[in-house]
């Protein structure tokens, strides 16, 4: 029996929609409380039944894999509703930070190359300098990483190599590397990376740890850096160096 067969009251009310949904993601409630009020939003079907619905994927019950099970009973049965569900879902994925169940549910439905589409336009929504919203663009990092083989990931993520955030900087640059090693870098891809990567290491206001991964990236692909810095960032210039032809280079080790 489909959900819309489980139960046959009508259509909910905002405000029992609302309570409904508070109780399905409530993380002390027994998980098949929280299951049978999931139901009954899915078999209402509305968008508003289904934006409350979502709230479940927000909340972190207690009981890691119940937990997990629940979220991942969710995804499908969103997969079964199918495009009505989508509406709700990118609702969801551009206001929450914790997004992984809903961003594979998505995807799902539309295919890589829709999904692709809507996750760059949510993460270039957030921008470099929301520093609120760190989790969700790590999680729209991730899905993104699966697909670096399109065309239009490298380009809208170059510019979070200046993430107000060192964890999304450093993903980036594990993508960055990634996309080199298997080809799907052209040119311009190039060029726009060693833009921004060029930035963290002559600017003095990135951390150690930022301008030594850029560092190395930059040295070991023997990619050259625009702009007119003569020299790198101070705390690099034991171990770098800005080479005339502006490529930054490893010194070599002082022999003892």
């Not at 119940?66 to 989508?86: N, T």
């Not at 990483?145 to 990931?153: F, G, H, N, Q």
Request: charged content about 35%; overall charge negative; glycine content about 6%.
């Amino acid at each position: 029996m489909g959900f819309l067969g489980l139960f046959s009251k009508g259509p909910l009310t905002q405000q029992k929609i609302d309570k409904i949904a508070k109780l399905a993601s409530n993380p002390f409630a027994q998980p098949d409380v929280r299951m049978r009020e999931m139901q009954r939003l899915l078999a209402d079907g509305s968008p508003e039944a289904l934006r409350g619905v979502l709230k479940r994927f927000a909340c972190n019950a207690s009981g890691g894999i119940a937990d997990e099970d629940e979220k991942k009973w969710l995804e499908d049965a969103l997969v079964s509703i199918g495009d009505d569900a989508l509406e709700p879902l990118r609702g969801f994925i551009g206001t929450e930070k914790q997004l992984t169940y809903a961003l594979q549910g998505y995807r799902r439905i539309t295919g890589d190359r829709e999904a692709i589409r809507f996750f760059l336009e949510a993460l270039l929504n957030y921008g470099p300098d929301d520093h609120r919203s760190i989790e969700a663009k790590l999680q729209l990092i991730w899905q993104l990483s699966e697909r670096l083989d399109d065309e239009r990931v490298i380009p809208d993520l170059a510019d979070f190599l200046l993430d107000h955030s060192d964890d999304v900087r450093w993903a980036v640059m594990d993508l960055v590397e990634r996309a080199a090693d298997n080809g799907s870098l052209t040119d311009d891809d190039v060029e726009r990376v060693c833009a921004r990567l060029g930035e963290l290491v002559t600017e003095e206001d990135v951390s150690l740890r930022i301008q030594q991964r850029a560092a190395e990236l930059l040295a070991t692909r023997e990619w050259t850096i625009q702009g007119d810095a003569e020299s790198l960032a101070p705390l690099l210039e034991e171990t770098f160096f800005l080479d005339k032809k502006r490529y930054v280079r490893r010194r070599a080790k002082k022999r003892v």
